[in-house]
């Protein structure tokens, strides 16, 4: 039986692909290894924390000697990586907490990896969940390949940046296993309430403003968060090592546009009045250093392993909706204490 350990597994994404493993993949072994920073929640995960091949592991990617005594212990054969800060807006304010988490943690791994699996590279392999952002940003047209150059521009995707070439660094000087996946913005169950699309479905419902960065012009490609757990299913299996992959919807809207259709969604699911959403749309001072537009081209995914989103953006939004208004309770746990002093400091001074 292989074990993988998948890092953040208790976050936004990591909990759609540890449950995707857990269920598709029963001949393996997932040890879920999260340090349960405000965004990570195993909650997200009560539907499958019995089940016989998932384990769960609280700890931080920051310490080394924690990561190179789980590898000793458990011997993975596999690390699938998500473990990250992930909010621009929070780099914004402590880019060194990025650095350690997103840098330090990643090199932990790879260190513990290339000391562990010595021997047996060809056995083994290291999968790095990365972010579009790393390529900065795009002026109307264009989009991003895996030949695009890097260029990022928060302390984001700068750290994130960073690690990606760390993890081609190990493969190439050491000769370690090694994949990349780069993906655009994902949206669905279990996200945060800090990032735009489950913010706008929180505040919308409380009638709350719902806060715009600029002019709402900002463009942005979304993917339906379980086709990005299928994606990196899909390069797990299949990839050859080495090979780096862009994961993306072929799906850009505008934050107003995209804002527009979730009050739309809204009101009809909350039987308002149409156009009662909408006026809580409230422009907020812009981010800093706010890329205008980001658009990933997934051919290389399509072509070679064959790879495609499977639903649309409509349908995708509308599910989620429907999933955060029957989860209310789920909601309420990660909006409650940190959260609102987090938000407060963000927003209300604008
Ligand atoms: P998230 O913030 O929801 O979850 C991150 C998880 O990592 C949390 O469970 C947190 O507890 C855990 N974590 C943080 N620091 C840790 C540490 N030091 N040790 C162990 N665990 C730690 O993030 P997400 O949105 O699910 O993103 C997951 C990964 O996917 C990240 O690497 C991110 O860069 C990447 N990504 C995200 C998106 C997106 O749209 N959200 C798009 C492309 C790529």
Request: a negative charge; hydrophobic letters at 35%.
């Amino acid at each position: 039986m292989k074990k993988i350990i998948i890092t953040g597994g208790a976050g936004f994404i990591g909990s759609h692909v540890v449950r995707r493993f857990v269920k598709f993949h029963p001949e393996y072994q997932i040890i879920n290894l999260d340090k349960l920073t405000y965004a990570g929640n195993l909650a997200n995960l009560k539907d499958i924390e019995n089940e016989p091949n998932y384990k769960f592991v609280k700890g931080d990617i920051v310490d080394a000697q924690f990561i190179d005594e789980l590898f000793g212990a458990e011997k993975p054969d596999a690390v699938i990586h998500l473990a990250a800060e992930s909010h621009v807006d929070r780099s914004i304010s402590n880019p060194l907490e990025f650095v350690m988490t997103n840098v330090v943690g990643t090199v932990n791994l790879l260190n513990a990896a290339r000391y562990h699996w010595k021997g047996r590279y060809d056995e083994t392999r290291f999968y790095h969940v990365s972010t579009d952002e790393v390529y900065g940003t795009l002026g109307e047209t264009g989009m991003f390949t895996e030949e695009t150059a890097y260029d990022p521009h928060s302390p984001y995707s700068a750290s994130k940046a960073s690690s990606d070439h760390m993890v081609r660094a190990y493969q190439d000087t050491y000769g370690m296993d090694a994949v990349i996946s780069n993906c655009s913005n994902n949206y669905g169950s279990y996200h945060f309430p800090e990032k735009l699309i489950p913010l706008s479905i929180h505040n919308i419902k409380q009638n709350k403003p719902i806060p715009i960065y600029g002019k709402g012009e900002n463009v942005r490609d979304w993917l339906w968060v379980e086709d990005h757990a299928r994606a990196i299913d899909v390069i797990f299996h299949k990839a050859k090592s080495g090979e780096t992959y862009n994961i993306g919807g072929h799906n850009e809207w505008q934050n107003i546009e995209l804002i527009k259709l979730l009050c739309e969604i809204m009101d009809q699911k909350l039987g308002r009045e149409a156009g009662t959403s909408a006026k809580l749309i409230t422009y907020v001072t812009d981010r800093a250093g706010h890329d205008l537009r980001y658009a990933i081209d997934a051919t290389k995914l399509k072509n070679e392993l064959g790879w495609t989103p499977s639903i649309t953006f409509e349908e995708g939004l509308e599910k989620t909706v429907d999933w955060y208004l029957a989860n209310e309770e789920w909601l309420n746990d990660v909006t409650s204490g940190h959260y609102q002093q987090y938000y407060d400091e963000q927003y209300t001074d604008r």
